[in-house]
């Protein structure tokens, strides 16, 4: 049985920050847009800002295009604008991730958290992503209270706060907790089917 729980918790913090962006990512392409495009007072302004915008997004594609793109990201982030450089944050720390650089993208994550630039939304993704993505010599206890916001409110992002809780009350040993928030997960409205089905599979698995 002990296996079991091991192989979830290895799933769940592995496969969390895929499906985040996954499921998410379009939100955050909608707020750069939104940001880079923005309404202009005046026919020039628009011009000003379409003109700034393109040019953003070729220094952005090839950046990413990059053979280090997290190298490049970090040196052109400066001459991006607040949409494309939003997404060139998380995108650098997502390659940090990819390259096994847990304290690196972590450390991004919890930057974009604290930018009070940053629309709350994408504040909150990045707070789950930096949980995500904590180093296994993380103290579990800071990284519950990192979640702990987005798990007792009402936001989008408490499903999956919930669930990612739950793995650390189980990588904790704590069942109790873990099934309790589980069933949380399981008759929350908002829930995303796939999670919901997902939190019941482990919550039967708890049970047995």
């Known amino acids: 049985m002990a296996d079991i729980f091991d192989e979830i918790d290895e799933e769940l913090k592995q496969d969390r920050a895929k499906q985040v962006w996954a499921r998410y990512g379009k939100y955050v392409v909608a707020a750069a847009a939104a940001v880079v495009l923005g309404v202009g007072?005046?026919?020039?302004?628009?011009?000003?800002?379409?003109?700034?915008?393109?040019?953003?997004a070729n220094i952005y594609s090839n950046a990413l295009a990059a053979d280090d793109a997290v190298a490049a990201l970090e040196a052109d982030l400066g001459q991006l604008t607040?949409?494309?450089a939003l997404l060139g944050r998380f995108q650098l720390a997502a390659g940090r991730a990819?390259?096994?650089?847990?304290?690196?993208?972590?450390?991004?994550?919890?930057?974009?958290?604290?930018?009070t630039s940053v629309d709350p939304l994408y504040r909150d993704a990045a707070t789950l992503l930096s949980v995500m993505n904590?180093?296994?010599?993380s103290d579990a206890a800071a990284l519950q209270?990192?979640?702990?916001?987005?798990?007792d409110g009402a936001?989008?992002?408490?499903?999956?706060?919930?669930?990612?809780?739950?793995?650390l009350d189980l990588k904790a040993g704590d069942r109790a907790a873990a099934a309790a928030k589980l069933q949380e997960?399981?008759?929350l409205d908002g829930t995303p089917p796939e999670l919901r089905q997902r939190a019941a599979?482990?919550?039967?698995?708890?049970?047995s």
């Open 41 to 56: 007072a005046s026919q020039g302004y628009t011009a000003w800002k379409q003109s700034q915008a393109e040019i953003a």
């Open 82 to 84: 607040d949409g494309y």
């Open 98 to 115: 990819d390259a096994g650089d847990a304290t690196g993208a972590e450390s991004v994550y919890l930057e974009i958290a604290g930018d």
């Open 134 to 137: 904590a180093p296994d010599s």
């Open 145 to 151: 209270g990192r979640l702990a916001p987005l798990a």
């Open 155 to 167: 936001g989008p992002w408490k499903p999956l706060a919930l669930e990612l809780s739950a793995a």
């Open 185 to 187: 997960v399981i008759e």
């Open 201 to 207: 599979q482990l919550a039967e698995v708890l049970k």
